[in-house]
């Protein structure tokens, strides 16, 4: 699988995105940059159950509170923009994880994201390992980045 078609993404800028002064409202950011990444696991192939745990069971489940978060705006997102947006997913240790988010138009970078995640145990709320499906989506995301020239 190329992992193309998982990181980068598309985003339109719709109405309901943007304030009484026709560019996106700030809080909108985070949220592509999370929606994006959870759309980054399903098209890689991670169920949404083995990332975000269900209202149902609460046994052997790991939760992922976010305990950092960033945006930064450098140019003006508007009602109808067409962006390009690049996640790049990063392992900090064995229980956090940072996803970086580009949202880019026309090939210019006009805003940035992070989103820090530690894992937590859903009942004792102590950290512990990332769940094993992550860290492969993390491992095969940073793929290219590992490989030197000969």
């Not at 947006?85 to 990063?90: G, L, N, R, Y």
């Not at 769940?131 to 989506?137: G, I, N």
């Amino acid at each position: 699988m190329n992992p193309h078609s998982w990181l980068i993404l598309k985003r339109k800028v719709r109405f309901g995105d943007c304030d009484s002064a026709g560019v996106i409202h700030f809080h909108n950011l985070l949220r592509w940059a999370h929606e994006s990444w959870e759309e980054s696991i399903d098209i890689y192939g991670i169920s949404h159950q083995v990332i975000f745990p269900s209202c149902h069971s609460h046994e052997n489940q790991n939760i992922l509170p976010i305990v950092n978060c960033e945006a930064n705006f450098l140019l003006p997102i508007k009602l109808g923009d067409l962006l390009t947006v690049k996640i790049f997913p990063k392992k900090i240790s064995n229980h956090l994880f940072q996803v970086n988010t580009l949202f880019l138009k026309d090939e210019i970078k006009v805003a940035e994201g992070k989103i820090i995640h530690c894992s937590l145990d859903m009942n004792s709320k102590l950290k512990v390992k990332l769940p094993d499906q992550l860290e492969r989506w993390i491992e095969a995301s940073n793929i290219n980045t590992h490989l030197k020239e000969c």
